[in-house]
């Protein structure tokens, strides 16, 4: 029987609440995450009924109507090519929103599995992951896939590819990291000692708890990978005209930033909303799911 | 900490051998004739051939990539498909440019963002915090090149007060650190916050505190130097995030730096340049990654005396 | 385990009366569903050079006593009402200079884990020449040989070199010699003592405890010894608290409380302490204890907090809760038994 030192709240004792439930009580409770969390869906509404909100085509030059000023007719004006701004933010929304779920599907599906391996297994296995990873680690995220597209080449399958590539070994290292410590716990030594096998144990014990940094990361991965796809855009190695990514859509705007600024400007606000949303979902994620005591 | 040490040293070994992998691979997977592609479209058919005996392209791949570490590792870069100037020579001019931002950038991020990360911890959910926390979260979510556009367009377009591109003086230098150093200031304020908080939650400050010393004492004596070992580290890997923005700052503010030089050779398809770029990128991120591990261990005692 | 308590004395009331005195002391805390209390009108007395044993299971606020007296709780969220005098000061209403004067100075606290609550990154002997810096003026030079004077005290061995040790570089019985004499190298006259040994194997348990009773007897120090482990209380204590969710329901000197108690809670504790030989003797071989858990601070049961797990529970008990009342020989209790 031990009894830590009270130094602020002791909690209480409940019962009967499941674990999930408290949860999300105090994800709800977080005012920042939801309003980060209304913000993505909000992006998701807009992505989905993009065809049909008849913004006018985002791919059509009309070079009559070129560098327009916002106006009634074109809330957000029009570009270089006289497309409108509003349509092209909000195809361009559907392109983001698709690239951030593909950068994060490849990092789930190839580093969750490995990590769990690298982690639970220990020994030969683990060390040839970890030095692999180092080596893929060795470089900054954003230089890595500036480096692979440098390779496979542009475009927006390519560019979902190579960020996704870098995003892997993140999660790699996060679920090994919570593997190694899950592996330590008595219920799984309880397990084994029953005569569980290796992929149940895997499966059913470790994995569950190891869901919280997985789910917090990849919300935050999501963000990550909007601004990375902005910034190969913006270098105009990333997704390719004529599609509407923000961060090309910034590149080109960036030649009329001293005559029409609202070119630049507003995709660039599309990118913060988004990566903003993310990120406070992220943290309050973080907030509900892993609480520490607070001071 | 000797032991430490060599450790550390010898685990780069692998790493860098990684890399040459990668470039190695890189050059391999690229369509087409390597020689042809590593010449540029002006080299006439005499480099072409030069080259290809020089790489040893009609040979296995072992002995390809046996050439070309004994290149590497005497720094033999090749030449620029582009310029055909030696890549070294393109990146010995380039690379202070960088490294000189970059360090102005860290400094900056260390100078305003720990404080602020303190004064955020020491008074969690005060205006000051939220302020901080606020702004540390518009700082991460921020693209650094769009902050860069815009403040050009403040200062520059608008105001007239600073320049908007190119090197040179003192006032070139601001905008583009500025740019370069929100990221990792966001980020650093956060790291600091969070580490700050949880070491004021540990019993040993309790203790300190029992013992009658004053809260100022407390704070920076106790817990912020157990709460600074953990963001050193956290400074490394910023360095990364700033080597990768600084790609992007150096597009914005037309700065002659390796990061420009790596765009543009992407773009005008330079494989030399890019690989070396790409290495030197790399040696950086290492070098920086070590004497941080390291300084971590000189700086923390567990490490320091076993 | 020896289960006669030794005879260590009634403690002496000082010429103007106890050394401490905590009168009606009330700590709650707001959390998200409610407030809690969780020490909750609790009366204590401490005469000068006596151990007073604070006994009770997790959660019963006797941690958060002891760290009120130091007003080491963050105020926020917590509040504390009532009177807490040292030497006749309340120290509740001192200013956070003041009270800071007295800690580590005139009253000292020690913790349960001596591993976290050591500084990682700074010496032993820094972290005890500290307070001697700070509240006896004395120069660095100084205060270290202090320090090393009260590692040896301590009976750690090589005291000069282990001054410049790390705590990770020592074992766990060193680490909390260590805190102890960092918590007396300024002479208090007060010594908090929270879980000393709770958190050591046995055998080391029994070294803290002689070097804690050799040291009282040399500094002629008062000590309010916070554990839930009894014979620790039989080693030591000259009087006895027994605290049940944040109440007082129990309070005599040791022999007393050994031999009678009066409370079921604390005949209760003192019956769950397994006895070697008594399957031999009485041929009973289960284990007794008190029925039931302990309530949660949310949902305290009206009347007695204690009768739902009470074996001699009475129809007026849940309804009604006892006053601490207070029988011959100084001693007190909390139940309708006895009321």
């Known amino acids: 029987m031990t009894e830590a030192p009270a130094q602020a709240c002791p909690a209480p004792v409940r019962s009967g609440d499941g674990l999930w439930k408290r949860r999300w009580a105090r994800l709800r409770r977080n005012k920042a995450a939801l309003f980060g969390g209304a913000i993505i869906l909000l992006y998701l509404v807009i992505a989905l009924l993009a065809p049909f909100l008849h913004l006018g085509d985002p791919a059509k030059p009309n070079l009559i109507k070129a560098l327009e000023r916002p106006s009634v007719e074109y809330l957000l004006g029009t570009d270089e090519l006289g497309r409108s701004i509003l349509s092209r933010i909000v195809h361009g929304s559907r392109i983001s929103l698709l690239i951030a779920l593909g950068v994060v599907s490849l990092g789930l599906v190839v580093g969750v599995p490995v990590g769990l391996i690298s982690g639970y297994y220990g020994g030969k296995i683990d060390f040839v992951i970890q030095r692999l990873t180092d080596m893929v680690l060795a470089f900054p995220g954003f230089l890595l896939a500036l480096a692979l597209v440098a390779i496979i080449g542009v475009g927006l399958e390519n560019t979902v590819i190579s960020i996704g590539i870098s995003m892997i070994p993140i999660y790699i290292r996060l679920v090994r990291a919570q593997s190694l410590a899950v592996r330590e716990q008595v219920y799984v030594e309880a397990a084994r000692a029953v005569g569980t096998r290796d992929p149940k144990i895997l499966l059913r014990h470790i994995l569950p708890n190891v869901m919280v940094p997985i789910i917090v990361q990849t919300s935050l991965g999501m963000g990550m990978a909007i601004l990375f796809a902005a910034g190969l855009g913006f270098l105009g190695i990333g997704v390719q005209p004529p599609q509407a990514e923000w961060g090309a859509m910034l590149g080109s705007g960036r030649s009329y930033l001293f005559n029409a600024p609202h070119v630049a400007t507003f995709p660039g606000i599309a990118i913060f909303l988004a990566v903003l949303g993310f990120n406070l979902l992220g943290d309050g994620l973080r907030d509900a799911l892993d609480p520490r005591v607070k001071v | 900490m000797l032991q430490y040490t060599v450790k550390r040293l010898l685990s780069i070994i692998p790493v860098l051998l990684g890399i040459s992998v990668l470039l190695f691979i890189m050059l391999q997977a690229l369509p087409g004739d390597p020689a042809q592609v590593l010449a540029g479209e002006m080299a006439s058919q005499e480099d072409v051939e030069r080259i290809r005996v020089q790489l040893g392209l009609d040979q296995p791949v072992y002995v390809q990539y046996g050439k070309f570490l004994w290149r590497l590792i005497h720094l033999d870069l090749g030449r620029s498909a582009r310029t055909q100037n030696p890549v070294t020579q393109e990146i010995w001019a380039r690379l202070p440019n960088t490294v000189s931002l970059s360090l102005a950038a860290i400094f900056i991020a260390c100078l305003l963002g720990i404080p602020a990360g303190i004064i955020s911890a020491v008074r969690p959910y005060t205006w000051l915090d939220y302020l901080v926390t606020s702004g540390a979260l518009f700082g991460i979510s921020m693209p650094v090149f769009w902050l860069g556009l815009m403040l050009v367009v403040l200062f520059a377009v608008i105001l007239h007060w600073l320049p908007a591109g190119g090197t040179g003086g003192i006032e070139f230098y601001i905008l583009p650190s500025l740019t370069l150093a929100s990221f990792v200031m966001a980020f650093i304020a956060r790291m600091t916050r969070a580490s700050m908080m949880e070491s004021l939650n540990q019993d040993f400050v309790t203790t300190a505190r029992s013992k009658g010393l004053k809260e100022k004492v407390v704070i920076i004596r106790h817990a912020l130097k157990n709460a600074l070992i953990p963001i050193i580290t956290v400074i490394g890997l910023q360095f990364g995030m700033l080597l990768g923005g600084s790609v992007l700052t150096e597009t914005v503010f037309a700065w002659p730096g390796i990061g420009r030089l790596i765009v543009d050779s992407i773009h005008a398809r330079d494989y030399p340049m890019i690989q070396g770029t790409i290495l030197i990128f790399g040696l950086l991120y290492i070098l920086v990654n070590l004497t941080v591990d390291l300084l971590y261990a000189f700086v923390d005692p567990r490490i320091r005396y076993d | ?339």
């Not at chain 3, 918590?183 to 879980?195: H, K, N, V, Y």
């Not at chain 3, 007897?217 to 027994?242: K, P, Y």
């Not at chain 3, 005949?267 to 284990?287: A, C, M, W």
């Open chain 3, 1 to 339: 385990m020896n289960q006669e308590p030794q005879d260590l004395g009634p403690g002496l009331p000082g010429a103007e009366g106890p050394l401490l005195d905590i009168e009606g002391l009330k700590v709650s805390f707001r959390v998200y569903e409610g407030r809690v209390t969780a020490v909750d009108g609790v009366d204590l007395k401490v005469n000068h050079g006596e151990t007073l044993g604070l006994v009770g299971e997790s959660g019963c606020g006797k941690s958060v006593t002891a760290m009120s007296i130091l007003r080491l709780l963050a105020s926020p969220p917590a509040t504390i009402q009532g009177r807490v005098r040292f030497e006749g000061m309340d120290l509740l209403k001192l200013s956070a200079d003041q009270i800071r004067r007295i800690r580590g100075n005139s009253i000292s606290m020690i913790f349960q884990e001596p591993m976290t609550s050591l500084n990682p990154i700074m010496t032993i002997g820094r972290q005890i020449s500290e307070a001697v810096m700070l509240h006896q003026g004395a120069s660095r030079d100084e205060a270290w040989e202090r320090a090393v004077e009260m590692l040896r005290l301590v009976q750690i061995p090589s005291p000069r070199q282990r001054a410049r040790d790390y705590p990770h570089h020592m074992s766990g019985g060193m680490r909390q010699r260590a805190m102890i004499a960092m918590a007396l190298s300024c002479r208090p006259q007060l010594l908090l003592a929270d879980e000393p040994t709770t958190a050591l194997d046995v055998t080391i348990q029994a070294q803290i405890m002689d070097v804690m009773l050799r040291l009282k007897e040399e500094f002629q120090t008062a000590i309010i010894l916070i554990t839930h482990d009894l014979g620790l209380i039989a080693e030591m204590a000259a009087r006895v608290v027994v605290m049940y969710a944040g109440q007082v329901v129990e309070e005599a000197d040791v022999r007393t409380l050994f031999k009678e108690p009066l409370h079921p809670y604390t005949k209760g504790l003192l019956g769950s302490i397994p006895v070697l030989g008594r399957k031999f003797e009485t041929g009973r071989t289960d284990l007794q204890e008190v029925k039931g858990v302990v309530p949660s601070l949310l949902e305290l049961p009206l009347g007695c907090r204690f009768n739902p797990r009470c074996d001699r529970v009475m129809a007026r008990c849940p309804s009604d809760p006892p006053p601490l009342v207070e029988k011959e020989g100084g001693r007190k209790v909390r139940c309708w038994l006895w009321a």
